[in-house]
């Protein structure tokens, strides 16, 4: 099975910019989960999408939102960027109450 | 709020000798993973541990759960190089919601 993919790997904007982030889950995984890794605070849980209905939110501003099509892949977006959301961001899928199964992120700089 | 810790932070050790690696949390919780991440890479599933007394092993790593105590355990047995990583543990906020809170993450060097 091919694993958790994620675009675009590497992604430069500057402040007050948006951002908009792609994962594809591993093939039968409904739930998708959102996490930021930065080495101030570590990895952080953004929030977790399943069948399309967003079922936990981390705790993180009204800037970072998400969704879930019915093919199950996820988009985040970030909007008016700031210096501190520059961070690598994974997305996990799995299958309910399942191990989640990570993939290689995109790693966000603002400038 | 659930707290996970991890100890220690930074661990150097030499090839072939044998080391734990600890994982407190602070509420309650039956669900526990451990995940193993190389430098610029994303994060790789290495154990779940789902019932109090739960061992796994694979290779020279073994991961153990005690829910009473609310500790999970991480053990290398005669560590190589290739071991060299940064290990997470990671504990299900609620029960199987699928969100994850990590430990700070142990970087481990060992040095041949």
């Known amino acids: 099975k091919a694993g958790v993919t994620q675009t675009p790997r590497y992604l430069i904007k500057t402040r007050g910019q948006q951002v908009t982030l792609s994962c594809s889950p591993i093939?039968?995984?409904?739930?998708v989960s959102w996490y930021q890794q930065t080495p101030g605070q570590g990895l952080q849980f953004l929030f977790e999408y399943f069948s399309e209905t967003q079922r936990n939110k981390g705790n993180f501003p009204g800037r970072f939102s998400g969704r879930q099509f019915s093919n199950s892949r996820s988009e985040m977006n970030v909007s008016t960027l700031e210096l501190g959301d520059s961070a690598l961001y994974l997305c996990?899928?799995?299958?309910?109450?399942?191990?989640?199964?990570f993939g290689p992120g995109t790693r966000l700089t603002v400038l | 709020e659930l707290k996970v810790e991890q100890n220690p932070l930074f661990l150097s050790m030499q090839e072939g000798k044998n080391y734990t690696i600890y994982c407190n949390y602070s509420t309650t919780s039956d669900r526990l993973y451990w995940y193993r991440q190389d430098p610029g890479k994303s994060l790789e599933s290495l154990f779940v541990?789902?019932?109090?007394?739960a061992v796994k092993q694979e290779g020279r790593l073994m991961a153990s759960l005690d829910t009473k105590a609310r500790l999970s355990t991480l053990h290398i047995t005669a560590a190589v190089h290739d071991l060299s990583a940064t290990y997470f543990c990671?504990?299900?906020?609620?029960?199987?919601?699928?969100?994850?809170?990590f430990g700070q993450g142990t970087r481990l060097t060992i040095n041949p």
């Open positions: 541990l789902l019932s109090n007394g």
């Open positions: 996990a899928s799995s299958s309910t109450f399942d191990t989640q199964y």
């Open positions: 093939s039968g995984h409904r739930s």
């Open positions: 990671a504990v299900d906020r609620d029960q199987g919601a699928q969100k994850l809170v």
